[in-house]
């Protein structure tokens, strides 16, 4: 899989929890900003 397909993904699990980005965040204690890069494929660290 390449960033862009773990995104992608990401987003769909996200968004099958009906979880905002936002909330995602604080259950991995990370900045919603974090994951708006992983689901645009920008970074996955």
Known sequence: ????????????CRKGKNLT??????KLNITDRA??????GVSQS
């Not at 899989?1 to 769909?12: C, R, V």
């Not at 980005?21 to 604080?26: I, Y």
């Open 1 to 12: 899989m390449n960033q862009e397909e773990i995104g992608k993904f990401i987003a769909k």
């Open 21 to 26: 980005q936002a909330q995602l965040a604080e």
């Open 35 to 40: 994951v708006s890069k992983w689901e645009n």
